[in-house]
């Protein structure tokens, strides 16, 4: 019988933490020795089981079953399906689908190209604009009726940010003017930096659970919205069209802080700055340092600013505040406010979903920069607690795992060597260790490029990362992303060399086989979404702070799509075309 989890709760969740001297909310001697001689008798007794001879039978009747499967049935263990994320503005901000034809010229394109599905944005801004629970999903039903003509899948993401202020936004699209006028009168529902200057991208998780929105909690806003979108989507989620929802929780999407915003000055490789001096937040983190005995610790006043570097400030540099015991604590509250809010939205779109055959899913960011410096930075003050000694990732994956969800990362297509030196960039090592750390707690990972590329490079690099052990011919192989996201349908992607490279690049995750509808066939098994697991100790998510050393990587994909001698044939063709 396993042990039940219970615990993260949002009322309690970030109370329970380590205090300064590290005593509360850390497993003492005796309860790691409990622990750990938990762990002994359940390994000696799962080790001590008699095999029973229908057991054995079973496991007989499976090899047969294997070695009777033809080649291409064994290959398609190692399918990896490929979806192609949508402009952001398909549906403008006016809430219109205004090039029916062109898109559907351009979904076809993309069938033909053996594509299994799309991903949208199904922005809160355009939906609910009108007044509090004033939903208009027109525009995004006759989407959906043509992604359903075109046979695609379709990954909706509820997006509860705005658009507009961030890398690669193209459009602008806010948050509901209703909320907007709140934000007039009651600045603090923003996140705010420590010079005041308040961010509209998303609504800061200090009023998650304060009735500010004409008697609703933010959360309270997003349940009704997915509830809604449920309601009026259910001939889509019947017929099997939708598999996916992707739950908004800051802002690109992406469960983080907003602490690199360009539209503020911000500029790569900058460290960011922590975003938690709204009033809300401020109030509850002098509430959880008062709980342990320190009422005269502030949040921080030397981390720098956008462009800083690390070792420009005090907070980062080296021996700096981060090591410190209020540095920690500060740390382990600020990052727990991000674990807590996500974990709180998810089981409410748990509950909105229950039942359909969907899987639900949180995104990531790829927070690359400074990533090789001892001090971690960018991450820290995005709300990643991640040190060398120190997971902040795993804990992420444990959360998500209570509901059954799937972690989406970014930055696939990034080689280190790429990167300016001084940046201190690793994003093989992150993406390494995120997805790492998503197999170890046993949950489905995804993934996506986080910028738009159409060279080799690029695909081999997403290649590797989809299947890092390479295919296996005999059936599965050691490890498999659940999907991966393309970023995202341009006339960029649709030019003819460009498309070439990458309808070969799908028939490479395919794993060299033909587009195949039916996901069971790829051990893909959409059930009914069940309700939550129970709710996770504060104790548990630390316990996967723990480092560990990342799975194995091969060098190099073995399902290349071509390198430097297909790039040379490509543009000897094109002088002579």
């Known amino acids: 019988m396993g042990i039940k989890r219970v615990g993260l709760h949002h009322r309690h969740f970030h109370w329970e933490m380590p205090s300064a001297n590290g005593a509360k909310g850390a497993p003492g001697a005796m309860q790691k020795k409990r622990l750990g001689l938990i762990r002994h008798a359940l390994t000696f007794s799962a080790a001590s089981i008699v095999r029973n001879p229908q057991a054995v039978a079973s496991e007989v009747s499976t090899r047969e079953q294997e070695t009777s499967l033809t080649y291409n049935e064994k290959m398609l263990a190692n399918y990896v399906p490929v979806f192609v994320m949508l402009p952001l503005g398909v549906v403008t901000v006016d809430n219109v689908l205004e090039d029916k034809d062109g898109i559907e010229k351009q979904l076809k394109e993309l069938r033909s190209a053996g594509v299994d599905g799309v991903m949208v944005d199904v922005w809160w801004g355009i939906i609910e604009s009108k007044g509090p629970k004033q939903y208009d999903w027109s525009a995004y039903r006759i989407l959906f009726q043509i992604i359903q003509e075109c046979e695609l899948k379709l990954q909706a993401i509820m997006s509860f940010h705005q658009c507009g202020g961030n890398v690669g936004d193209v459009v602008n699209i806010p948050l509901p003017q209703w909320v907007l006028d709140i934000g007039e009168s009651d600045p603090d529902i923003f996140y705010t930096n420590r010079s005041g200057n308040r961010n509209k991208e998303y609504i800061s998780v200090g009023v998650d659970n304060h009735p500010l929105f004409y008697g609703r909690t933010a959360v309270e806003i997003y349940s009704d919205y997915m509830k809604s979108f449920r309601?009026?989507?259910?001939?889509?989620?019947?017929?099997?069209?939708?598999?996916?929802?992707?739950?908004?929780?800051?802002?690109?999407?992406?469960?983080?802080?907003?602490?690199?915003?360009?539209?503020?000055?911000?500029?790569?490789?900058?460290?960011?700055?922590?975003?938690?001096?709204?009033?809300?937040?401020?109030?509850?983190?002098?509430?959880?340092?008062?709980?342990?005995?320190?009422?005269?610790?502030?949040?921080?006043?030397?981390?720098?600013?956008?462009?800083?570097?690390?070792?420009?400030?005090?907070?980062?540099?080296?021996?700096?505040?981060?090591?410190?015991?209020?540095?920690?604590?500060?740390?382990?509250?600020?990052?727990?406010?991000?674990?807590?809010?996500?974990?709180?939205?998810?089981?409410?779109?748990?509950?909105?979903?229950?039942?359909?055959?969907?899987?639900?899913?949180?995104?990531?960011?790829?927070?690359?920069?400074?990533?090789?410096?001892?001090?971690?930075?960018?991450?820290?003050?995005?709300?990643?607690?991640?040190?060398?000694?120190?997971?902040?990732?795993?804990?992420?994956?444990?959360?998500?795992?209570?509901?059954?969800?799937?972690?989406?990362?970014?930055?696939?297509?990034?080689?280190?060597?790429?990167?300016?030196?001084?940046?201190?960039?690793?994003?093989?090592?992150?993406?390494?260790?995120?997805?790492?750390?998503?197999?170890?707690?046993?949950?489905?990972?995804?993934?996506?490029?986080?910028?738009?590329?159409?060279?080799?490079?690029?695909?081999?690099?997403?290649?590797?990362?989809?299947?890092?052990?390479?295919?296996?011919?005999?059936?599965?192989?050691?490890?498999?992303?659940?999907?991966?996201?393309?970023?995202?349908?341009?006339?960029?992607?649709?030019?003819?060399?460009?498309?070439?490279?990458?309808?070969?690049?799908?028939?490479?995750m395919h794993a060299n086989q033909d587009y195949c509808p039916d996901p069971e066939k790829f051990n893909h098994h959409i059930g009914p979404l069940e309700r939550s697991k129970p709710t996770i100790t504060i104790e548990d998510l630390l316990e996967a702070t723990e480092p560990t050393e990342p799975f194995p990587w091969d060098k190099e994909t073995d399902m290349s799509v071509g390198g430097a001698l297909a790039n040379l044939i490509n543009k000897i063709f094109s002088i002579f075309k």
């Not at 949180?362 to 690359?368: C, D, R, Y």
């Not at 992150?430 to 738009?452: D, T, Y």
Request: glycine share 8%; hydrophobic share 35%; net charge negative.
């Open 231 to 508: 309601e009026n989507m259910d001939d889509f989620f019947e017929d099997g069209r939708i598999i996916d929802i992707e739950v908004g929780l800051g802002p690109a999407g992406e469960l983080r802080y907003p602490s690199y915003p360009q539209n503020q000055g911000w500029v790569f490789p900058g460290i960011g700055e922590f975003q938690c001096y709204d009033e809300y937040l401020k109030a509850e983190f002098k509430e959880a340092a008062t709980s342990v005995g320190h009422p005269e610790w502030e949040l921080p006043d030397n981390a720098g600013t956008y462009n800083d570097t690390p070792t420009s400030t005090e907070f980062f540099g080296s021996n700096g505040t981060y090591l410190t015991e209020k540095g920690k604590f500060f740390l382990t509250w600020y990052s727990n406010k991000l674990l807590s809010h996500g974990d709180q939205i998810l089981d409410e779109a748990n509950k909105a979903f229950q039942g359909c055959k969907v899987k639900l899913a949180a995104k990531v960011s790829g927070i690359h920069w400074w990533y090789k410096a001892d001090n971690h930075a960018a991450e820290l003050t995005a709300g990643y607690y991640n040190l060398k000694d120190r997971d902040g990732y795993r804990p992420i994956a444990r959360m998500l795992s209570r509901h059954y969800a799937i972690l989406n990362f970014t930055c696939l297509e990034m080689k280190d060597s790429e990167q300016s030196a001084d940046a201190k960039s690793g994003p093989q090592e992150l993406v390494q260790q995120v997805l790492s750390g998503g197999w170890r707690e046993k949950i489905e990972v995804a993934g996506e490029n986080a910028l738009p590329r159409y060279d080799r490079d690029a695909y081999n690099q997403i290649l590797l990362n989809a299947r890092p052990n390479g295919v296996n011919k005999d059936g599965p192989p050691e490890r498999r992303m659940y999907g991966v996201t393309y970023l995202r349908l341009s006339d960029d992607l649709l030019q003819k060399n460009n498309f070439n490279i990458f309808k070969t690049f799908v028939k490479k």
